[in-house]
């Protein structure tokens, strides 16, 4: 009997049969779709996906060695560019069979919605395994999936696979066929969806995006349960390293966090207000899931307050983990580095308890080794940034749609909401209903300043929550307690050079001891530093360009210089990056203009622990920092200037400074967010006018062209319920003005990191190394990433065993500055700069 491959093991030349990897994939994504109640649906997925590969065609590719270099390389997705449909020439469609087996065995002609509607999101999720959701229409009105599912037999060899495919298999697929293609299957789910979606064509819309959200988790749970089967198979030890949900109990967590923190107190506003915040967030745990507002003052210990409500609703609700979801801008190890060392005992559990994951090293472009080192986020408590949250949920490709399904069954914690992108503002609303909805999670938005996301146009999506979710029931009596620092306008006509917010730094410096300086670019940053360096030695430097692993050394230089009594004289200069999740104390503040959110950010890293009577927190507006292309920055500082002068104006400015209440922040999101209502729905200009949120809803414009195409408006809807251009949307949304990658710096162990990875590839070994590799990661946006790779400062890490790129960069070692991390110019040139 012919045997059939599926994975070919390169290191002994061991064959993994087709039938072990399918029920292998089957199995566990049977068990990733349990959560959504859709068992079944997932264990077919997971027989159906590689079907195609009992092809004649692909056997013999497979036992080719261009075919066990690539093994998963399918040339299916005929909505792929041309330059990718050029990279897989040669291979084998090898899930187009699969996906229309499934697109077939519905019974269109009943116009069943439900039926029709599982055929689809089964079919989209198979055809688009490897290549990331493909367009149901695309944005010019043309059917890409029909012509998907239309594919000849001879290119997708479905006759002839279903000749070839064992007969337990096939029998165990028709069964499953028969249980999720009857329409009560999926109906449910379907109408408790549609019921919570009222308002017309609106409504309707919402209904779709959220059905487009369902697909990706589905689609999710497949692509985790095929890299995780393959993982298996390729390397041993692999299985060794997954927990796969296996963690340590809520109950002991939560006992080391209560230990803990009977060990804080003390007299003094402050640390009585953050007991009070404690407390509020150990009560609420008490509540049903659903969605939480936590308003604290900065300083309020919302870290440690959250974690306590997290660790007990999840004890009460069974929850699978917790994610804490933080500013990509801000310093995530600190925060995790805090609830590592109290939750985690002993050398065993290093690692195993809190996960950071803030680093974009792996990407779509990645090689086979590559992707089968991504991350998915198997770890009870996960820290993260929102960039990577926002990938999980949009972005394109196969390697942040592996961790979507890690969100069901979860609280979401997130840290400053108020940085959410606005273009984002209805799309995060749809996705964060549609998990706390249908996928059993919780979400807490933390933040000193809260944009009222329930306020939003309801058409288009809102969050759904009210003053009731509110954890903290005196928001107003507790920002009082926390009222330590005083904001001194000093704006000027003409404004401030650098070399002036330098002179300026100097002089706080010498009444208030230590002085912190934030701005709002790398190259202000860099311009202020070094002459503040020229004529105060004490001047350290913090910005996103460095990596974890230095910034955590500058910071603990910093913790050193303020934990002293009196404090060592210090200037630190920094962009926003220091504004959240930074536990420092400064005698005074000197802050760019920017949004008054940054602004009250800025101010919580002076007199955190009220030990002065008040601490200056200096408002300046600089006249050569350009930040015209950072709209987020240049929309928040102008509303800024509105708040300030109407403030000014009605005569509550006094000489003393200014006091920012929840009253002046109110005003401020009137300017700065609800006045932007027109950009929160992500406007998109290409290939026409659009919004991603339509292209992920109703995708009502490319259908008025599909239907033009077509010339069957009538019955299109029957046709197709799911019409979005997915893949599109995502690779606008991947545009976006986020890090897009990340490279690996050569600082200190960073640079013995780099050596092993081009060393010779073994799984277990380079996993834990990409782990590590986070700390010696910085985060790029696409346009730098590129320029760097123009100028020679990056290269792709290969094996040396068999010289494949693993799809990682790396910086060369001239590139890395010691005072400012990542440059664009050899670091030498730099240093005569600043003699």
Not at 654 to 680: C, V, W
Request: charged content about 25%; glycine content about 8%.
């Amino acid at each position: 009997m012919l045997k059939f491959i599926a994975h070919i093991r390169e290191e002994d030349r061991r064959e993994q049969t087709l039938d072990e990897h399918l029920r292998g994939v089957a199995l566990r994504c049977g068990k990733n779709a349990e959560k959504f109640g859709l068992a079944e649906f997932g264990e077919l997925l997971g027989l159906l996906h590689d079907m195609g590969k009992y092809s004649d065609a692909f056997q013999s590719y497979i036992r080719l060695p261009s075919g066990r270099s690539d093994q998963d390389a399918d040339d299916s997705a005929s909505s792929l560019p041309g330059d990718a449909k050029a990279a897989l020439k040669g291979k084998i469609d090898h899930s187009t069979a699969g996906a229309r087996l499934a697109w077939l065995s519905a019974d269109h002609e009943k116009n069943e919605l439900a039926e029709t509607l599982t055929a689809q999101i089964l079919s989209l999720s198979i055809a688009s395994h490897h290549s990331g959701l493909i367009d149901c229409v695309s944005p010019l009105g043309a059917d890409v999936y029909a012509k998907r599912m239309d594919k000849s037999d001879e290119l997708t060899h479905l006759p002839e696979v279903l000749t070839k495919v064992s007969p337990e298999i096939l029998e165990r697929v028709n069964d499953l066929l028969k249980i999720v293609l009857t329409p009560n299957y999926l109906r449910d789910t379907v109408k408790s969806m549609l019921k919570l979606e009222t308002g017309g064509s609106r409504g309707k819309s919402r209904f779709d995006f959220k059905t487009g959200i369902l697909l990706r988790m589905l689609f999710s749970c497949l692509v985790d349960a095929d890299r995780t089967d393959t993982i298996d198979f390729e390397r041993h030890g692999a299985a060794a390293l997954r927990q796969e949900g296996r963690y340590v109990e809520w109950p002991l967590l939560l006992a080391r966090l209560e230990d803990h923190l009977r060990g804080f107190g003390g007299a003094g506003a402050v640390n009585v207000g953050r007991a009070l915040i404690s407390g509020c967030c150990k009560a609420a745990a008490e509540r049903d899931k659903g969605i939480f507002t936590l308003t604290v003052p900065t300083g309020g210990g919302k870290t440690l307050a959250s974690l306590r409500f997290a660790l007990r609703h999840a004890e009460k609700h069974g929850f699978d983990r917790i994610f804490y979801v933080i500013p990509y801008t801000s310093i995530i190890d600190q925060n995790a580095r805090v609830v590592r060392e109290i939750l985690e005992s002993g050398d065993d559990e290093r690692g195993r308890i809190v996960l950071e994951c803030h680093s974009n090293l792996s990407s779509e472009r990645n090689t086979w080794r590559g992707k089968l080192l991504s991350e998915n986020w198997d770890a009870p408590i996960v820290f993260t940034t929102n960039v990577q949250f926002l990938e999980a949920m949009f972005a394109g490709g196969t390697r942040s749609a592996r961790r979507t399904h890690q969100l069901a069954r979860s609280i979401i914690i997130f840290d400053e909401i108020q940085t959410m992108p606005i273009r984002l503002v209805h799309m995060f609303c749809n996705a964060v209903n549609f998990l706390v909805e249908r996928c059993g999670s919780s979400v807490v938005l933390c933040t000193a300043t809260q944009p009222l996301l329930n306020g939003v146009d309801r058409e288009l999506g809102a969050l759904n929550y009210s003053d009731k979710n509110e954890i903290i029931p005196d928001v107003r009596g507790t920002f009082d307690k926390f009222a330590r620092t005083k904001i001194i306008d000093m704006r000027r006509q003409g404004g401030y050079s650098s070399d002036d917010i330098g002179e300026l730094a100097l002089r706080e410096r010498e009444t208030a001891g230590t002085t912190l300086v934030v701005v709002n670019t790398t190259k202000t940053a860099r311009s202020v530093y070094k002459y503040i360096k020229k004529h105060f030695p004490d001047t350290v430097h913090l910005s996103a360009r460095m990596c974890p692993a230095h910034r955590a050394e500058v910071l603990e230089r910093i913790r050193e210089s303020l934990g002293t009594n009196p404090q060592t004289p210090l200037i630190c200069v920094a962009t926003q990056v220091i504004e959240a999740g930074v536990d420092v104390d400064f005698g005074s503040v000197i802050r760019c203009l920017a949004g008054l959110d940054s602004i009250t950010q800025a101010a919580g890293r002076a007199n955190r622990h009220g030990l002065r009577d008040v601490a200056r927190v200096v408002l300046v507006d600089p006249n050569d920092e350009n930040i015209s292309s950072l709209d987020d920055i240049q929309e928040g500082a102008n509303a800024t200037l509105k708040v300030l002068d109407d403030i000014i104006k009605s005569g509550a400015y006094s000489s003393d400074g200014l006091t920012i209440t929840p009253e002046i922040m109110d005003s401020y999101f009137d300017q700065y967010f609800y006045k932007r209502a027109n950009l929160m729905a992500y406007p998109a200009s290409e290939p026409r006018c659009d919004t991603l949120l339509n292209m992920l809803s109703s995708n009502s414009n490319a259908m008025h062209d599909y239907g033009l195409n077509k010339k069957r408006e009538q019955d299109r809807s029957a046709v197709i319920p799911l019409r979005q251009s997915f893949a599109s949307a995502a690779g606008m949304f991947r545009a976006m003005e986020m890090p897009g990658g990340s490279v690996i710096v050569p600082y200190e162990r960073g640079e013995d990191i780099i050596a092993e990875l081009c060393g010779e590839f073994k799984f277990s070994e380079n996993f834990k190394l990409l782990r590590d590799a986070q700390k010696y990661s910085v985060n790029v946006y696409p346009g730098h990433l590129k320029s760097l790779c123009e100028s020679g400062a990056v290269y792709e890490i290969s094996t040396s065993s068999c010289g494949e790129s693993l799809g990682f960069w790396a910086l060369r070692k001239e590139f890395y500055h010691s005072d400012f991390g990542l440059s664009d110019e050899c670091t030498q040139d730099m240093e005569l700069l600043l003699k």
